[in-house]
């Protein structure tokens, strides 16, 4: 079942601008996990806050959590061309008898150079 | 480390055929999954596998697709008799930990059904 839920689904703005993406889920988390994937390629792990955090920063990339929401945000400053990419956010699921990763449907972002 | 390996990068099978796809986990991973994405989709869980042991298939069409992952060699995602609403992404990730962090993703094979 999903657990994520991106917006938006997609995303477009010019180089230098900041980007903003956000991810809801339904159940309980331990922690959520943001991912990156390029056109036709893998995914890429940029960062994991747990659920006793609220912010938490890597480089451009800011992401918060709210657990009484339970939605998260990812904010990439200062964008370049070559942050166009799949974003997904992907959280913890105990189903099926094992705890797995379970992954929203993403938001695609195009920075325009 | 070369990391998580997954081949054949692309894949083109007739309907009716049988597509195997190989996944070689990361030096010192024993936790194996295997996630399908289709077009303009996230991924979804199908498997998790540790050595010689299935541990998870929930996510896993009860018919034509098997996985394994033996004591030697990669883990294995077997799909018979392949339709063409089995085209898609197929992903592999390891993991040293059995919770949910640590995934090292593979660049995934692309199979397509004609």
């Known amino acids: 079942s999903q657990q994520g839920e991106e917006d938006p689904q997609a995303l477009s703005i010019q180089e230098g601008e900041n980007a903003t993406m956000n991810c809801s889920y339904k159940?309980?988390?331990?922690?959520l996990q943001w991912y990156r994937q390029n056109s036709g390629r893998g995914l890429v792990h940029l960062i994991l806050?747990?659920?006793?955090?609220r912010e938490k920063h890597s480089g451009r990339l800011r992401v918060t959590l709210d657990t009484s929401k339970k939605s998260s945000s990812l904010l990439i400053t200062a964008s370049r061309a070559a942050d166009t990419a799949s974003y997904f956010c992907?959280?913890?699921?105990?189903?099926?008898?094992?705890?797995?990763?379970?992954f929203g449907k993403g938001t695609k972002l195009t920075v325009n150079p | 480390n070369a990391g998580v390996m997954q081949n054949p990068r692309h894949l083109v099978r007739r309907r009716g055929q049988e597509a195997r796809l190989r996944c070689s986990p990361m030096?010192?991973?024993?936790?194996v999954y295997w996630y399908r994405q289709l077009p303009e989709e996230g991924l979804k869980f199908m498997v998790y596998?540790?050595?010689?042991?299935?541990?998870?298939e929930s996510g896993m069409p009860k018919e034509r697709f098997s996985a394994e992952f033996p004591k030697e060699g990669p883990s294995i995602l077997r799909i018979q008799q392949v339709v063409r609403g089995d085209s898609a992404a197929y992903f592999c990730?390891?993991?040293?930990?059995?919770?949910?962090?640590?995934?090292?993703f593979g660049s995934g094979t692309r199979l397509t059904v004609v």
């Open positions: 990730a390891s993991s040293p930990f059995k919770q949910s962090y640590g995934y090292t």
């Open positions: 596998l540790q050595k010689e042991n299935i541990i998870d």
């Open positions: 159940t309980s988390i331990n922690n």
């Open positions: 992907a959280t913890d699921a105990y189903q099926g008898g094992s705890e797995k990763l379970v």
């Open positions: 806050i747990r659920s006793n955090e």
């Open positions: 030096k010192g991973h024993s936790h």
